[in-house]
């Protein structure tokens, strides 16, 4: 089945930098690619996706880009804020019916 | 809120005992799914459905069963619970077509602690 790899783990930036995290899939036929962020205490919530007929997706100060080839996608976020501190998780879908998680990575913006 | 609501939102309960969440959409979705949530392993799927009495399991699905007798309502049900099962589940709903096709909307999650 499906596998997901997230990293890094946990990330710490200074607030206005860039923040990229990095995920890896196993399925070459996974086409659809969501992030979720997660606040202390609250619910997953989407705030982009791709889908595999495109390889880069924007939505204000983040991005997603993906590449096949490699198999792997990567969430971008600029000019971070201190309400981005949150955990962010990738996913992939498998086989149409499945959405498989990576482990998630910790991001925090120091003031 | 969005559509989907899990019950209890707390639970603590003895090893060795039943234990049931629930989940309840109002958004006629097909698709439902019952994730765990732990330090480390993020999301992980327990069982998911893709219609009424259609189930599958998933990565984790030992120890746990799920029921779906109508749209609106997915059952998760640890038939003797263990500390191991310790956890928070999320339920979440996914759409089959349209825009929204993909995207799962989760419900606001429930704390289980087995003592």
């Known amino acids: 089945g499906e596998n997901v790899e997230q990293h890094p783990s946990t990330l710490s930036v200074q607030e206005g930098d860039s923040a990229v995290i990095k995920c890896t899939y196993s399925d070459s036929a996974s086409n659809y690619f969501p992030w979720y962020k997660q606040e202390l205490g609250k619910r997953p919530q989407l705030i982009i996706d791709?889908?595999?007929?495109?390889g880069e997706k924007k939505d204000q100060r983040i991005a997603v880009t993906l590449n096949k080839t490699a198999k792997h996608f990567s969430l971008h976020i600029t000019e971070t804020q201190p309400e981005d501190s949150a955990v962010y998780f990738c996913a992939a879908i498998q086989g149409a019916q499945k959405l498989v998680f990576g482990q998630g990575t910790r991001l925090t913006i120091n003031p | 809120d969005a559509g989907i609501t899990q019950s209890p939102r707390h639970k603590v309960t003895e090893t060795g005992t039943p234990v049931t969440l629930r989940c309840h959409q109002t958004e006629n979705h097909r698709y439902m799914y019952w994730y765990r949530q732990d330090p480390g392993h993020g999301l992980r799927l327990i069982h998911y459905s893709y219609g009424v009495k259609d189930t599958d399991k998933g990565e984790v699905s030992d120890g746990y069963s799920v029921s779906r007798s109508k749209t609106e309502d997915f059952l998760l049900t640890l038939e003797s619970a263990t500390s191991s099962q310790t956890s928070v589940y999320f339920c979440a709903i996914r759409g089959y077509s349209g825009i929204g096709a993909n995207v799962l909307t989760f419900g606001a999650g429930s704390r289980l602690t087995v003592l």
């Open positions: 791709i889908r595999s007929n495109v």
